[in-house]
């Protein structure tokens, strides 16, 4: 009788706090189900939008110049041929070439497609090593952060290749701390050389990677190996390998470039490899200018920045991005990805270690990529971008850390107030997101084009007003023309007929010239029958190159033998007429 009172009271004090807690971990696990639902309907909706942006006609300046224009022109040919007056054209072409398919088949939206597929392989990466470190929450939530930056959403909707060189950079770098985690591997260090040398293939940016992760090989071996023994032979050793796979997959560029440019990487570094005469169409005034200015140099003279200003450029970008504007780098960021990385090293006391040293190894990655291209190439977004997957993964764990600490706080005033100020925080940082997508979505305006409300010649018309003079070559040039494009940007993808670019040869025909019939027979020699120009730009440009005698013979020049046959939104196009006595 007494057992049965005791066994009553216990059950009776027990059932509760059981109740309790059973209620209690019933409303997390409904929580976290909605949150996750939220998080999937985010990343359907935001993939959905882009996807809506990126099915309009491609009128974006490098896809133009170089990402779609050089595979045109390789097709028209027949076959991979050597454009010199196109420097751009000795880049790596990795996904150049799967453009080139999509062109084939009469589609230049399909390659936008290509691209925006990148960053969905770069997002499941994302969530992919998250939901193995953290959980599948915030691989979620990283994988949606990662596609909203602006930067990315940028991309995604244009035919540029840094999406693919994202992608290959981090699947590199990933599969490089996998081949540490499962034993070092060969298997992995191999996958990750190859993603590296693809990398290289995509952009020159990937030479970065390759220094990095090369150099990162032997001391990641050393680093972690247990035994000891022979460490560091062997350290070479896969040093080597990495190398070797990584460079077989890029070799093909290099042999290419070696055979027509005596420079495996032209025109990076030519004055290393060589100093031949470059190509009179390419403008030897300004190429002196890149290869001569500094970055601060050139930001000091360009900009007018103080030396304070250049100082903090490594926090500016990610606060004063702008699209379009070199000075403000091109490109937009968030400073979620400065601020948040920072508390993925604070209060992970309990991770285990190869987590901690991971996390270290991202972070050291991101700040020696930014510093190389910094110090290597111009400051824009793009060419910095491989750090912003290791960015977005190292603010995932600066975002659980933070609300775990905020969640041990004893005072519930004080926890409750610390996580909605946290959660505030990272609201605003999605929304800064949001809001850029939306100025994109009216930017882009993809509807009015899907709807029919603009034909495609309207809609490209609308962002390329050198279009209409296009179409006019397109429709009523003879086959055989070859225009000489004139502070166009060089933009020659719509061009159905030859063109060539730069400002170079025509000032130097110029300077050169001691009366109009000789800029003629100049231009004649190159076989050279229509201008193309932007009549204000050309005019200031003309203005304050020349002489006043070298304008005059260009007065000369353009009166008696020119004609125009088509002018529309200050764009110019003139027939060269006459014969030399």
Request: with cysteine.
């Given at each position: 009788m007494s057992f049965s009172i005791v066994t009553f009271q216990t059950f009776h004090s027990f059932f509760p706090v059981r109740l309790r807690f059973l209620v209690k971990?019933?409303?997390?696990?409904?929580?976290?189900?909605?949150?996750?639902?939220?998080?999937?309907?985010?990343?359907?909706?935001?993939?959905?939008?882009?996807?809506?942006?990126?099915?309009?006609?491609?009128?974006?300046?490098?896809?133009?110049?170089?990402?779609?224009?050089?595979?045109?022109?390789?097709?028209?040919?027949?076959?991979?041929?050597?454009?010199?007056?196109?420097?751009?054209?000795?880049?790596?072409?990795?996904?150049?070439?799967?453009?080139?398919?999509?062109?084939?088949?009469?589609?230049?939206?399909?390659?936008?497609?290509?691209?925006?597929g990148f960053a969905l392989l770069t997002a499941w990466l994302i969530f992919r090593y998250l939901r193995q470190r953290i959980n599948r929450f915030y691989g979620l939530l990283g994988a949606l952060f990662f596609l909203s930056v602006p930067l990315i959403v940028k991309l995604s909707i244009t035919v540029y290749v840094d999406l693919g060189l994202i992608f290959f950079s981090t699947a590199s770098l990933l599969l490089l701390l996998e081949w540490v985690e499962k034993g070092l591997r060969i298997r992995f260090l191999a996958l990750s050389a190859i993603m590296c040398g693809l990398a290289m293939g995509t952009k020159y940016n990937g030479l970065v990677t390759f220094l990095l992760l090369t150099l990162s090989v032997p001391f990641l071996y050393s680093r972690y190996r247990r035994d000891r023994g022979a460490v560091s032979l062997k350290a070479?050793?896969?040093?080597?390998?990495?190398?070797?796979?990584?460079?077989?997959?890029?070799?093909?560029?290099?042999?290419?470039?070696?055979?027509?440019?005596?420079?495996?990487?032209?025109?990076?570094?030519?004055?290393?490899?060589?100093?031949?005469?470059?190509?009179?169409?390419?403008?030897?005034?300004?190429?002196?200018?890149?290869?001569?200015?500094?970055?601060?140099?050139?930001?000091?003279?360009?900009?007018?920045?103080?030396?304070w200003e250049m100082a903090l450029l490594p926090l500016r970008i990610f606060f004063q991005g702008r699209d379009g504007d070199p000075r403000r780098f091109d490109g937009k960021l968030n400073p979620f990805l400065l601020f948040f990385p920072v508390l993925a090293f604070f209060g992970a006391r309990d991770e285990a270690p190869a987590v901690r040293r991971e996390k270290a190894f991202l972070l050291a990655f991101s700040c020696l990529f930014f510093?190389?291209?910094?110090?290597?190439?111009?400051?824009?977004?793009?060419?910095?971008?491989p750090i912003i997957p290791p960015l977005v993964i190292l603010s995932m764990?600066?975002?659980?850390?933070?609300?775990?600490?905020?969640?041990?706080?004893?005072?519930?005033?004080?926890?409750?107030?610390?996580?909605?100020?946290?959660?505030?925080?990272?609201?605003?940082?999605?929304?800064?997101?949001?809001?850029?997508?939306?100025?994109?979505?009216?930017?882009?305006?993809?509807?009015?084009?899907?709807?029919?409300?603009?034909?495609?010649?309207?809609?490209?018309?609308?962002?390329?007003?050198?279009?209409?003079?296009?179409?006019?070559?397109?429709?009523?040039?003879?086959?055989?023309?070859?225009?000489?494009?004139?502070?166009?940007?060089?933009?020659?993808?719509?061009s159905d007929r030859r063109y060539l670019l730069g400002e170079g040869f025509f000032a130097k025909a110029v300077r050169e010239a001691k009366d109009p019939e000789a800029i003629l027979m100049r231009l004649q020699e190159r076989g050279i029958t229509h201008l193309l120009l932007c009549d204000p730009i050309f005019q200031k440009w003309a203005l304050g190159k020349f002489t006043s005698q070298e304008r005059e013979t260009l007065n000369g020049f353009l009166v008696r033998f020119t004609r125009v046959l088509f002018a529309a939104k200050g764009f110019v196009l003139l027939s060269i007429q006459g014969e030399l006595g």
């Open positions: 971990m019933k409303t997390s696990i409904n929580r976290a189900r909605l949150f996750t639902g939220l998080l999937v309907v985010s990343i359907a909706a935001l993939v959905i939008s882009i996807t809506l942006m990126a099915s309009v006609p491609p009128v974006s300046r490098d896809a133009l110049v170089h990402h779609l224009a050089v595979p045109k022109l390789y097709l028209k040919n027949g076959g991979i041929y050597e454009i010199p007056e196109m420097f751009f054209s000795y880049y790596p072409m990795n996904l150049q070439l799967l453009y080139m398919g999509a062109l084939y088949f009469g589609s230049d939206i399909v390659p936008k497609f290509i691209h925006f070479i050793k896969y040093c080597t390998v990495y190398s070797l796979i990584a460079l077989l997959l890029f070799s093909p560029w290099m042999i290419r470039n070696y055979h027509w440019k005596r420079n495996p990487i032209y025109p990076l570094y030519d004055k290393w490899f060589n100093r031949p005469p470059h190509t009179e169409v390419l403008d030897k005034d300004m190429e002196d200018e890149e290869e001569a200015r500094g970055i601060f140099t050139y930001r000091g003279v360009i900009y007018g920045e103080k030396w510093f190389l291209a910094f110090f290597s190439f111009d400051l824009r977004m793009r060419y910095i971008s764990f600066g975002t659980r850390n933070l609300f775990r600490a905020l969640g041990r706080m004893e005072n519930p005033m004080r926890r409750n107030t610390g996580i909605m100020i946290a959660g505030a925080a990272l609201v605003v940082s999605f929304l800064l997101n949001a809001l850029y997508i939306a100025d994109e979505f009216k930017h882009v305006s993809p509807l009015k084009y899907l709807r029919g409300e603009l034909n495609r010649d309207e809609y490209i018309a609308k962002y390329r007003p050198e279009y209409p003079a296009v179409q006019y070559i397109n429709a009523h040039l003879p086959e055989d023309a070859l225009v000489y494009f004139l502070f166009l940007g060089n933009r020659g993808y719509y």
